[in-house]
């Protein structure tokens, strides 16, 4: 499974990168917002920084809402960089857009999904990923982890190449369900990732280690 990191900050994606899983970045206009970015020139610089930093796909959301100025964003969002793919919103002029840029061979990722029927509707448009929200989901009360399930079932079932990005991830349990049922990527906060480095008996067994080899050095030493 894919690992990307969900955000627009700059510290957090190089330190991802930095620990050597990191497969690529998503972004929204409200993660944008988080980091104080806005204009347009701005927005396009800070995509450009991102893509600088991580090897891979690079998330970036259009604020359009009408598929002509989709088109027209996405086509500037895509010349920025070859890791820029296009993420567009689950309507009909998304989908449309969708199938617009998958015939001009550019990357694209359909954001906002909630259910198995969008998702299929996505894959058909040729999406390159698609990106259900599992943890607003939960949020009201309905298990995200089973979307994924269920879209995996239908991809698999007619061969679709689009990829299930599980997004909206909120902790490392998160993280394991979407491997155990083979979400394509997970898009996760750095807290997400980094909690799966922990465990106590990690942490016990490398002490104690330490503190053999320490002994052991100690006591060559007052033998000789
Ligand atoms: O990038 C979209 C998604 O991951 C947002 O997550 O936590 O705002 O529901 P969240």
């Known amino acids: 499974m894919k690992f990307f990191i969900d955000t627009a900050s700059l510290a957090q994606i190089k330190e991802a990168q930095d620990l050597g899983i990191l497969d690529g970045v998503t972004t929204n206009p409200s993660l944008m917002a988080k980091e104080g970015i806005s204009g347009t020139d701005r927005v396009m610089k800070h995509y450009v920084d991102i893509c600088n930093i991580v090897h891979g796909d690079v998330s970036a959301e ?12 996405g086509e500037d969002l895509a010349a920025l960089h070859p890791s820029i793919t296009v993420k567009l919103p689950m309507t009909r002029d998304g989908v449309k857009a969708i199938k617009y840029f ?19 509707l996505a ?6 990923y698609v990106s259900p929200f599992i943890g607003r989901l939960d949020d009201i009360s309905t298990n995200g982890v089973q979307l994924i399930e269920q879209i995996r079932t239908i991809f698999d079932n007619y061969g679709y190449s689009t990829q299930i990005l ?4 909120r902790h490392p349990m998160h ?8 979400a394509d990527v997970a ?16 942490t016990i067994g490398l002490e104690k280690f330490l503190a053999d080899h320490k002994k052991a050095a100690q006591q060559k030493v007052s033998a000789k």
């Open 102 to 120: 998958h015939d001009k061979g550019i990357k694209t990722n359909c954001t906002l999904v909630f259910s198995a029927g969008q998702a299929l």
């Open 123 to 128: 894959a058909k448009a040729g999406a390159t």
């Open 175 to 182: 993280i394991i369900q979407c491997a155990e049922i083979g």
């Open 166 to 169: 599980a997004a909206s991830v």
């Open 187 to 202: 898009t996760c906060p750095l807290s997400a990732i980094l909690a799966l480095f922990d465990h106590p008996l990690t």
């Open 62 to 73: 259009v604020i359009s809402v009408d598929f002509a100025g989709m088109v027209r964003e």
